[in-house]
């Protein structure tokens, strides 16, 4: 698989059945936050397996401590090897780095993120990939997830994978209404998931407890699930389905967001309407 300017890692611990499992997102720990539902599958199946892929290369990181003198240059490769750790704690089939910059990803212009993105699918043929989600409040994850829906409408309907779920990263998926978004239980392996958040050391010692953040918002998603019983699992991923953006080449993307926001603020209303 050529790609523009990209590399593929093949970790020695790597899961070498067919990929089934994807996550393509914008930074490094950001599968990590938002695919481990995919992360945890692929490591536990003996028939299938989890890949990565990270679009931009590292080097607008927040950063303090330890790393505060780091130059971009130097959290490239800090985080590249980090992310390249994870993978290996994860067992992943393989972990693609595209080596991209943020602006490179947020330019709607920009077509050789798509053709990537478009090589990587037709060759590894996934059935789920996971990316961020279309309400994200970040512009780089935002740059993506649009990025991956042109390319998705782009290929073979054959080919296609079965399932996008657009993931919590830079924004929570908890206030979503509970029939328009998914529910993906995160409790197996607890250590795994702490271990596989706390590889990102330039993230943590920089000055983002990014691993505190991430399990505290699992645990909270499962309490606050239902307020009428018991907690069905332990830890809590939310996702909304991106599937119909794929499935319907013509289905505006900034009206499938925004149907979210007039579906939660309908339901507010109407509950409010019923008390008052």
């Given at each position: 698989?050529?790609?523009?300017?990209?590399?593929?890692?093949?970790?020695?611990?790597?899961?070498?059945?067919?990929?089934?499992?994807?996550?393509?997102?914008?930074?490094?720990?950001?599968?990590?936050?938002?695919?481990?539902?995919?992360?945890?599958?692929?490591?536990?199946?003996?028939?299938?397996?989890?890949?990565?892929v990270?679009?931009?290369?590292?080097?607008?990181?927040?950063?303090?401590?330890?790393?505060?003198?780091?130059?971009?240059?130097?959290?490239?490769?800090?985080?590249?090897?980090?992310?390249?750790?994870?993978?290996?704690?994860?067992?992943?089939?393989?972990?693609?780095?595209?080596?991209?910059?943020?602006?490179?990803?947020?330019?709607?212009?920009?077509?050789?993120?798509?053709?990537?993105?478009?090589?990587?699918?037709?060759?590894?043929?996934?059935?789920?990939?996971?990316?961020?989600?279309?309400?994200?409040?970040?512009?780089?994850?935002?740059?993506?997830?649009?990025?991956?829906?042109?390319?998705?409408?782009?290929?073979?309907?054959?080919?296609?994978?079965r399932?996008?779920?657009?993931?919590?990263?830079?924004?929570?998926?908890?206030?979503?209404?509970?029939?328009?978004?998914?529910?993906?239980?995160?409790?197996?392996?607890?250590?795994?998931?702490?271990?596989?958040l706390?590889?990102?050391?330039?993230?943590?010692?920089?000055?983002?407890?990014?691993?505190?953040?991430?399990?505290?918002?699992?645990?909270?998603?499962?309490?606050?699930?239902?307020?009428?019983?018991?907690?069905?699992?332990?830890?809590?991923?939310?996702?909304?389905?991106?599937?119909?953006l794929?499935?319907?080449e013509?289905?505006?993307?900034?009206?499938?967001?925004?149907?979210?926001?007039?579906?939660?603020?309908?339901?507010?209303?109407?509950?409010?309407?019923?008390?008052?």
């Open positions: 698989m050529k790609l523009n300017k990209g590399e593929i890692y093949v970790p020695q611990s790597a899961n070498k059945n067919k990929i089934k499992y994807l996550c393509i997102s914008a930074h490094q720990d950001d599968i990590e936050i938002m695919a481990y539902d995919g992360i945890i599958k692929g490591y536990c199946s003996k028939k299938y397996s989890f890949a990565g990270v679009t931009c290369d590292g080097a607008g990181s927040a950063r303090t401590g330890a790393y505060q003198n780091y130059t971009d240059d130097m959290m490239k490769q800090v985080r590249i090897q980090e992310q390249k750790a994870a993978s290996e704690l994860g067992r992943y089939n393989m972990q693609i780095f595209l080596n991209y910059s943020s602006a490179e990803v947020k330019d709607p212009h920009n077509a050789q993120i798509e053709e990537d993105y478009i090589k990587i699918i037709n060759e590894l043929r996934p059935e789920i990939i996971y990316t961020h989600n279309i309400l994200d409040k970040h512009p780089t994850h935002l740059g993506v997830v649009i990025k991956l829906i042109k390319a998705l409408r782009k290929i073979d309907k054959n080919v296609r994978p399932i996008v779920y657009g993931c919590e990263v830079w924004r929570d998926l908890d206030w979503v209404c509970d029939d328009s978004k998914i529910e993906l239980d995160v409790s197996r392996k607890p250590r795994l998931a702490k271990d596989i706390n590889v990102f050391k330039s993230q943590i010692v920089g000055g983002k407890r990014y691993d505190l953040a991430t399990i505290g918002r699992r645990y909270a998603n499962a309490t606050y699930a239902s307020s009428h019983s018991v907690d069905g699992a332990k830890m809590i991923t939310y996702a909304i389905d991106l599937t119909p794929i499935e319907d013509t289905l505006s993307i900034k009206a499938f967001a925004l149907n979210y926001i007039d579906n939660f603020y309908s339901t507010v209303e109407n509950t409010l309407d019923k008390l008052i």
